[in-house]
């Protein structure tokens, strides 16, 4: 049996059977995937309206009983829960700066935390056995033990890695989406807030009309929009929209929000001049990759483009010169 999976994977015909096969249903997914999506906007606006009512619970819960405590997030699973208390994940895994990047990336309460923390000891864990049981057990590599050794002290560090790089990138596509839409946001913002809605009315409003823009501001809009409304602080629901979104932008927006809660400045001014640099800022951006576009297209144009040229220029000539027909 061994020697019969040991044949299969060296066998150069079947593991370019399984890429083609890979590749095949890669192509049939991708151009599904649009038919498959549901509605991804109503979805993430529900969870919120779920999670307004998880703070309103609370809230009276602990006007009511001031020893009470209620959950607002959704408890982590038992496995996993169980895994990352009893190896103490937290103590030696989690830090703030996780903690802070959960938030950035979506990813809020006790369950995001513990799933994090569990897949930082189960990937690499994985990783390891499976490159373990390719170098060692298969022997699919003629190579020395120190180099198979190697593989698998880098396939394990992969697997610490991983998770990380997953939730980086979940950051930046969230921040992506909302520094696009962003300028928009403060437009509407400064017009709720000029026809004299109060700030949580505009947050409010704000939230269902920037949705169909990007789904991440308009939920990050309503959870202030609740903390605004049952925090002890407002400034606290303020401070909390920047941490949860990164940017500079959205914390200049939620400084001026605390000077004019503060000190009664004018917050229809300071929205106008705000929301005027957060749009230059997104046109700054777009014209330095438009000013980087042509040296990233030099050496594809001379690997791929240029030889075809001189093929199309050079054979009619060659062919009247050597008299080929």
Do not use: H
């Not at 020697?3 to 890979?22: E, G, H, N, R, Y």
């Not at 309460?109 to 990937?123: I, K, S, T, Y």
């Not at 980087?292 to 050496?299: F, G, R, Y």
């Amino acid at each position: 049996m061994l020697s019969l999976i040991l044949s299969k994977v060296t066998d150069p015909q079947f593991v370019a059977m399984i890429l083609v096969a890979i590749a095949a249903a890669a192509t049939v997914y991708t151009i599904a995937m649009p038919f498959l999506e549901g509605d991804d906007l109503s979805k993430r606006m529900k969870a919120v309206a779920l999670e307004r009512d998880r703070i309103r619970a609370r809230e009276r819960d602990r006007l009511v009983n001031a020893q009470g405590r209620t959950s607002l997030r959704q408890e982590p699973k038992a496995y996993m829960k169980r895994v990352v208390d009893r190896f103490k994940l937290g103590d030696w895994l989690g830090t703030e700066t996780a903690k802070k990047q959960l938030l950035m990336a979506g990813y809020r309460g006790p369950q995001a935390e513990v799933a994090f923390l569990f897949f930082r000891l189960v990937v690499p864990i994985g990783l390891m056995i499976l490159a373990v049981f390719y170098l060692f057990v298969l022997n699919a590599l003629n190579q020395p033990l120190l180099i198979r050794l190697g593989l698998v002290i880098s396939a394990t560090y992969l697997g610490i890695k991983l998770p990380e790089v997953f939730l980086k990138n979940t950051i930046t596509k969230r921040q992506d989406s909302i520094r696009r839409a962003w300028p928009d946001s403060l437009d509407l913002l400064l017009i709720c807030v000029e026809a004299g809605m109060s700030i949580e009315q505009a947050f409010r409003r704000v939230s269902t009309e920037v949705g169909s823009q990007s789904v991440p501001l308009a939920e990050e809009f309503t959870l202030t929009t609740a903390e605004l409304s049952y925090l002890q602080e407002r400034r606290l629901a303020y401070e909390n929209l920047a941490t949860r979104t990164g940017l500079e932008t959205v914390k200049a927006i939620t400084t001026a929000l605390i000077q004019a809660e503060r000190y009664g400045t004018p917050l229809g001014t300071a929205l106008r001049v705000l929301a005027q640099e957060s749009r230059d800022m997104r046109m700054n951006e777009a014209e330095k990759k438009a000013a980087a576009l042509p040296p990233k297209l030099t050496v594809p144009m001379i690997l791929f483009f240029l030889p075809v040229l001189f093929v199309v220029i050079m054979t009619p000539a060659l062919t009247q010169v050597f008299g080929w027909r």
